[in-house]
């Protein structure tokens, strides 16, 4: 048979119906494509292919099918049926075994083609001899080279909290995966409902895309993405809608005793509230009836008071949370009171007495030059260089000691910074420029030596390099000129730590001859 002509399998209309031997027309695409599957979904260029349609023509009496991709014509190749009748599946649908192979269709080109990336099968229903198409269906396959699989995308949104304060950012994610082979380049668009919250590129292989808007209004929202393959061989894939509410968050909070009640007189007991959801912000204030008994920080949820005073009764207590700020967590209170009751102590009052400590509530961060240290570095005298280009020498920064005892710090950072220096008698100067530096740690005890985590260790910062003195002009920048890190620790580090540094210093063999003088200047902040 010609590669000109085609057969054309039989459809709903007239099943059996085969003309061989007849030339087309151009072939007129329809509206709407309907869906199509590959049968085997995987397989390699030489896997006999069944295409089965997702229902059957809506009108025409014959169907053909046309793949296009990398090597066929812009309008298609026709792939011939093994036989002239169309079996229909359940009465709905069309199962089209193909007599060629992607490879045999590939072979049938001039040039013949060489198989590479994505192709698209069309099964198009016609009417007699007219070449309008009335209805379609499509379907695709990516293949890389030895194997092919289905050219289709999957999309969905990484969880949103349900329910969001004003003013807070909303961070949508958009999390997208080829079916087969490397996810196509496209762009994605965001929405609200209908309103599209704008659009991205997205990149050949890219895992996901991403918006934050922090300024969408009170009330529910319905978010999606659509996510539009720059190749059409892939259709578009909407993400399921993940909905909020932009709402100042409720809280709730629920009381508990230990020990339970009935407990008895004089007994220590923790009233312990715990709030939800778990990350607000706020105190908790404790009543006894309608006589508040304590206050207490929330951490994690949860806040306590202990009390060893209580009459013996039952007592009523109650719990009302404050959030730190009414724009991020609603106040709440206990539902009902929790009856907590307290029996008579048999034997005398146990004695008491009064325990006084004071901890500072930031403790505190200092620094001091080592024991032993006198705050002075000498170089002695420069010498010239094996390359006679540059005066050269060298010392050691005295060793500083930082003490840091605060509770839930934030770390902190030793930096150096160097005057000119200035000569006694000529007061010439010479820039810092010309120090080199390259810091250490020489000690770190406390918690350097259980906290596995390295941002929290004491670390030394980056050595300075000295500015080049060849020049013929004096340096403006390099050295400890400007301000540099000897050291610096993590947040939530807690001890002692020394920190040394060696100093190098080249001047310039032009220096004028004197005695200098430069002062270091360490901050710890």
């Not at 014959?62 to 793949?67: A, D, G, L, R, S």
């Not at 407990?263 to 508040?292: E, H, M, N, R, W």
């Not at 907590?340 to 901890?359: I, N, Y």
């Not at 200035?422 to 259980?450: C, E, F, R």
Request: charged share 10%; with cysteine; aromatic share 6%.
């Amino acid at each position: 048979m010609s590669r000109a002509t085609k057969t054309i399998i039989g459809g709903a209309l007239a099943a059996g119906l085969a003309l061989v031997g007849t030339t087309f027309l151009a072939p007129v695409a329809s509206a709407v494509d309907k869906a199509m599957t590959v049968n085997p979904a995987t397989g390699t260029k030489t896997t006999a292919l069944n295409l089965v349609t997702a229902g059957q023509c809506s009108s025409g009496d014959k169907i053909q099918v046309f793949v296009t991709g990398s090597g066929f014509p812009a309008n298609g190749y026709g792939m011939t049926g093994k036989d002239s009748v169309s079996s229909k599946i359940q009465g709905a649908n069309y199962n089209m075994p193909l007599l060629e192979s992607l490879n045999d269709a590939a072979a049938a080109q001039t040039p013949a083609a060489t198989l590479s990336g994505a192709y698209t099968f069309t099964a198009k229903c016609y009417q007699g001899l007219s070449s309008t198409v009335l209805d379609s269906f499509k379907t695709a396959i990516v293949f890389d080279g030895v194997n092919f699989g289905a050219a289709a995308v999957t999309a969905s949104l990484s969880a949103i909290p349900t329910q969001v304060a004003p003013g807070r950012a909303v961070n949508i994610t958009a999390n997208l995966a080829a079916v087969y082979g490397t996810l196509p380049a496209g762009s994605i668009e965001f929405f609200d409902g209908t309103v599209s919250l704008g659009t991205a590129q997205v990149a050949a292989g890219a895992a996901t895309a991403s918006m934050s808007k922090s300024d969408f209004a009170a009330g529910n929202h319905a978010v999606k993405a659509t996510f539009t393959p720059t190749n059409t061989a892939y259709s578009p894939v909407t993400t399921a809608v993940a909905n909020f509410q932009i709402a100042v968050p409720s809280t709730g909070v629920v009381l508990a005793t230990s020990p339970q009640s009935p407990a008895a007189q004089y007994t220590l007991v923790s009233i312990t509230a715990t709030v939800f959801p778990s990350d607000a912000v706020g105190t908790v204030d404790f009543f006894d009836g309608g006589t508040k008994i304590g206050t207490g920080a929330v951490r994690a949820g949860l806040a306590s008071i202990t009390k060893s005073d209580f009459s013996v009764q039952t007592h009523a207590l109650t719990a009302t949370f404050t959030p730190t700020n009414v724009n991020d967590f609603g106040a709440s209170s206990t539902v009902d009171p929790l009856a907590f009751e307290v029996t008579p102590r048999t034997g005398p009052a146990p004695a008491s007495q009064t325990l006084q400590a004071q901890v500072d509530a930031t403790g505190a961060l200092t620094i001091s030059l080592a024991p032993g240290e006198d705050g002075v570095v000498s170089f002695g005298t420069l010498a010239l260089n094996s390359t006679a280009d540059r005066l050269i020498a060298a010392g050691a920064m005295d060793t500083i000691s930082i003490s840091d005892t605060r509770f839930n710090n934030p770390g902190w950072e030793l930096t150096a910074q160097a005057t000119p220096f200035v000569g006694a008698s000529s007061q010439a100067q010479v820039p810092a420029a010309y120090i080199g530096l390259v810091p250490t740690v020489v000690l770190a005890s406390g918690n350097q030596q259980t906290d596995r985590v390295k941002s929290n260790y004491v670390s030394a910062g980056a050595s300075a390099t000295p500015a080049d003195p060849t020049t013929g002009t004096l340096a403006t920048s390099g050295g400890i000129q400007g301000k540099v890190t000897i050291a610096a620790a993590g947040s939530g580090w807690r001890g002692l730590a020394k920190v040394g540094a060696t100093l190098a210093l080249e001047f310039p063999v032009s220096t004028t001859p004197d005695s200098y003088v430069s002062t270091l200047t360490l901050t710890v902040s």
